[in-house]
């Protein structure tokens, strides 16, 4: 892994918590997509989101870790060799994300760039798992 990409709750009423948590950080978000995503930047380079039930994993509840990789297509091949489940969603050119758990069900993602995602090194694994 390269480092940690980000932390993001889920919103069902993304109105109300944008809100809450633009008063919570004394902060405007950094970028707003509707009710699909909301993102803020934190001061010392972290960043924080909240995201709508269309844009999340598989509609869980609390928050996600985000990491960030460039070796995508090795990750899932890794990943399923363990017995993990896999999910890959492919976001054009905003990049991929993979979806799996750790041994205690907590879902995590792993989100490669497009210019990533798709590297030369990993062309042999399929660019999407409808698992």
């Known amino acids: 892994m390269q480092h940690l990409r980000m932390v993001y709750v889920n919103a069902a009423e993304m109105d109300a918590q944008v809100e809450f948590y633009t008063n919570l950080l004394e902060q405007q978000p950094a970028f707003r997509d509707g009710d699909k995503w ?4 934190l ?8 995201s709508g039930p269309d844009e999340s994993a598989s509609q869980v509840k609390g928050a996600v870790v985000v990491f960030e990789t460039t070796r995508m297509d090795a990750l899932a091949t890794a990943l399923r060799s363990q017995g993990r489940d896999v999910s890959i969603r492919d976001m054009g050119t905003h990049g991929r994300v993979l979806t799996t ?4 069900g907590t879902t995590i993602q792993i989100f490669a760039r497009a210019t990533d ?3 030369t090194d990993h062309r042999k694994e399929p660019h999407h798992d409808d698992n």
Do not use: I, M, Y
């Open 38 to 41: 909301t993102e803020f930047r």
């Open 43 to 50: 001061p010392q380079g972290g960043r924080f989101a909240l």
């Open 101 to 104: 758990a750790d041994p205690e």
């Open 117 to 119: 995602a798709h590297s």
